[in-house]
């Protein structure tokens, strides 16, 4: 197999250069989180009150942990390490509560942010001359518009289809010749079965590869997407902390995701003590960013668990390369690539005054889609023969979910004491989809 490489010497850079690179780029980073207020006092807490307290890239065990209420304490600008005039653009993504985490980048933070999918896309084997049809969620998600600016970076047409709305999405397929495609894995199948149904021959169209992630699948998964459409399926992780997509990505050899190390210091912790864990062992990655400037986040806990690859790739590439995430330490769903918290809509049901003591939170399989339903329990007299207030106050609470959660629930409402309770430690979510990671 020959390897194409977006830029040879970055990837496949000495791991020696690599270092002296991000000792460089840390030491920045540094500097520049000195410059807002919460980093300010929180590296100052620990004794570092300026870049050069850092004097090599395993001083980075010195700084504290940023978490995502970290994130959260400091919205909307405490994280903020440039004037707001250098500001180009915002995302957002769901905080454990209703305050979302919000990043910012500076012109050339978007320009790097791009640079690093296009390597990422053309790391796969495409090129200027493909049609790239990006079936995800654009705004404040940073999937849409990140993969929209490095598949451009890359040259490709690209088709901003967004998510959803499966017909239009083979029908644009069809009429434009798409080659690649980017969705979450789920949102692939839901294609494959719909096209299906509609009588369409997948290897009738031009399609040849996708890019899937945003939420966990498994290797039968893909296997089972690529065998199906008949194309290559290429793993894509990213958050939004750290800008989202772009940060770890499969190559040809699909055979684990590259970090890009030079932009993205990575550690694997214990997930419970949060010492380094030797190479090779399952914890939870850590990021710094190495290549924003309007918003430095040090030494994030992503909660995602995962593993580093001991052998190199047989691409030649030197960034280490994760496993699949195998699973998270918190409690957070992602639903159709949606990240959900069970406490946001806890805040939202127990806001409601008509709403009793118990609910229960069901994700299920529905087809390929992931089914969201969120059951409460409300005073007996709303169960009358008149059906209107039961049928108002289930649309209040849908619609007040909906605004928090941005996905559509279905709401049940029942009886006080119908809903099961559990001995001990309430369990409040139900999640019956298969785990095969
Ligand atoms: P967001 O901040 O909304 O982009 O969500 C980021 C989270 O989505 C990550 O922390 C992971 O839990 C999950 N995620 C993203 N990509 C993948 C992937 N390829 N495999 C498994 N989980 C993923
Ligand atoms: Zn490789």
Redesign the pocket.
């Known amino acids: 197999m020959t390897f194409q490489y977006w830029d040879k010497n970055k990837e496949c850079i000495s791991r020696e250069d690599l270092e002296a690179q991000q000792l460089k780029a840390l030491k920045e980073t540094v500097g520049r989180a000195l410059l807002t207020p919460f980093y300010k006092e929180r590296l100052g807490g620990v004794g570092i009150t300026s870049a050069d307290d850092i004097e090599s890239v395993s001083d980075i065990s010195k700084i504290p942990f940023t978490t995502k209420d970290d994130l959260r304490a400091a919205f909307p600008y405490g994280m903020l390490a440039s004037p707001l005039d250098e500001v180009v653009r915002m995302h957002a993504?769901?905080g454990t509560t209703g305050i979302p985490t919000v990043i910012y980048l500076s012109r050339q933070d978007v320009a790097r942010w791009a640079d690093y999918v296009a390597r990422c896309i053309y790391g796969t084997g495409c090129t200027k001359s493909d049609v790239f049809q990006n079936m995800i969620t654009y705004g404040l998600?940073?999937?849409g518009l990140g993969f929209h600016y490095g598949a451009e970076e890359v040259g490709m047409m690209v088709i901003p289809s967004g998510s959803g709305n499966t017909t239009k999405q083979f029908k644009l397929m069809k009429d434009f010749g798409t080659t690649v495609v980017h969705a979450t894995p789920s949102f692939l199948l839901h294609v494959q079965s719909k096209m299906e149904e509609e009588g369409v021959d997948p290897r009738s169209l031009k399609l040849k590869k996708a890019f899937?992630?945003?939420?966990?699948?498994s290797e039968d998964t893909r296997r089972k997407i690529e065998a199906m459409l008949g194309i290559d399926v290429y793993?894509?992780?990213?958050?939004?902390?750290m800008n989202?997509p772009g940060v770890a990505f499969e190559c040809q050899a699909k055979d684990g995701?590259h970090v890009w190390e030079d932009g993205y210091l990575t550690e694997i912790v214990d997930r419970d003590t949060l010492k380094p864990l030797p190479a090779g062992e399952t914890g939870e990655i850590v990021f710094t960013i190495l290549c924003r400037t309007a918003t430095p986040i040090l030494r994030y806990r992503?909660?995602?668990l995962s593993s580093f690859y001991t052998e190199p790739c047989v691409c030649g590439r030197t960034h280490r390369r994760l496993r699949?995430?195998t699973g998270?330490t918190d409690d957070?769903l992602?639903i159709n690539?949606?990240?959900v918290f069970p406490s946001q809509i806890e805040e939202v049901v127990m806001a409601m005054k008509e709403v009793g003591n118990n609910y229960l939170i069901v994700v299920e399989k529905d087809g390929s889609l992931d089914k969201l339903t969120v059951k409460v329990e409300v005073g007996s007299s709303i169960f009358a023969d008149d059906a209107r207030p039961l049928n108002a106050l289930k649309e209040k609470i849908r619609k007040t979910l909906q605004a928090s959660i941005t996905i559509n629930p279905r709401v049940e409402l029942h009886q006080g004491g119908a809903l099961p309770v559990s001995e001990g430690k309430a369990k409040r979510v139900h999640d019956t989809r298969p785990k095969d990671v």
């Open positions: 993504s769901s998600f940073t999937g899937a992630g945003a939420e966990p699948y793993n894509s992780y990213g958050l939004s902390e989202g995701m992503t909660r995602d699949r995430i998270r957070m992602i690539g949606v990240n």
